[in-house]
């Protein structure tokens, strides 16, 4: 009976055991989950030591180290967390288009900065989460962590050196610029090919004015339109094709993808010269039965290049109200073409509202002067055009070749 007894204990003790390896690897599981890093997200950073949001601010100078010493979050002060692969990711800069790097080979005390146009060991960081949501980073290369000591001096850049967390390694984060909850991902283009893919995207061709008295000849070749790093390129460029002076590029979804209603964005750093036009923006599909203005258009961005005009981006709707109708309105203030900025409309059925980097700037109300155009679908527009009626034609002043670059396009549904 002895045996017996000692058998049962043993039994009992084995799956005790295996109930403890259960529990632990599902407090394991959650505790991964929770700690997930938030891929595809941009987010800003505050140093829990400093108090301050981390920024990339390059006006600091040409070598623009991050420092956690800004009050507000900018563009300088978002990042995107993208994918590094190998478990890490990587941080995107909304303010400088690039990679944040902790490259040592800067010297012997290399601070983190924005400025790598491609992800390698030095660009990946580990995503930690900590007690109460906060997190520490870790750099793949230096295997240390990255602190905001101000022991440093007063201007204190952030450097991938630390080997614990303390307070000087730890960050808050949340997401920003990003769509509510309420809005679900329906569509994209993340532009991360080697080439534009013809299932999502068509281009309109030829010259002919547009309708604008505009001076380009629309073309699909890779000298105006093409992948490069990640990003989408619309290049207009000075050369005689066609007939006309000038080429450029007009993409569109028309006939492969259409929407009624949603939230349509791109990040998008604009051409900066005398006649640019650049433009993000969607028709009604039935323009071809109906033409224009009867389709609808919805102007989500534009702007005219040239001096003081580049300071202000435009919003506006077009349609048939006993002949054309428009209204809009315009967000002034910076010098849109010197970084990247994230252009959006929230479409609903009564209303339109226009936004930059998360700021709204005006709203149209849809249920009134005869607007049932705007209760259809719509296919989106990237263009970059060259002169017309809205910008003015090129002059002396005038520097080509000039780009208009995308970094994402998306659209979003309730």
Known sequence: MAEHKETFRDMG??????????????????????GAPPIGQTVWLKAAATGGFVSAD???GSFAPLVADRTSVGTFEQFQVVDGGGGFIAFKSVGTGRFVSADLNRGTFAPLVADRTAIGGW????????????????????????AADLNRGAFAPLVSDRTAISTWETFSWAATGAPPPSWRLVWSDEFNGTSID???????????????????????????????????????????????????????TQGLASWTHGRMEARIDLPATKGMWPAFWMLGTNITSVGWPACGEIDIMEM???????????????????????FGGSISGTHWPDTYHIYAIEWEQS??????????YVTANITINNTEEFSRP?????????????????DSTTVLPQQMLVDYVRVYQR
């Open 13 to 34: 003790s084995a799956r005790t055991a295996r109930m403890l390896v259960l529990a632990l690897m599902t407090l394991l599981t959650a505790a991964n989950a929770r």
């Open 58 to 60: 390059t006006n600091r």
């Open 123 to 146: 660009e990946r960081f580990q995503w930690i989460e900590l007690a109460g949501g906060s997190i520490a980073l870790r750099g793949s290369t230096t295997n240390k962590y990255v």
């Open 198 to 252: 013809r299932n999502k995207w068509t281009f309109d061709q030829g010259g002919g004015g547009w309708g604008n008295s505009e001076l380009q000849n629309y073309t699909d070749r890779v000298e105006n339109a093409r992948i490069e790093n990640g990003h989408l390129v619309i290049e207009a460029r000075r050369e005689n094709f066609g007939g006309n002076a000038y080429t450029s590029a007009r993409m569109k």
């Open 304 to 326: 005219a290049g040239g001096g003081t005009r580049e300071n202000t981006i435009l919003g506006t709707i077009h349609w048939d109200f006993n002949g054309h109708a428009s």
């Open 351 to 360: 209303e339109i509202r226009w936004f930059v980097d998360g700021v709204q």
């Open 378 to 394: 719509f296919f989106l527009l990237l263009n970059l055009a060259v002169g017309g009626t809205f910008p003015g034609n090129p």
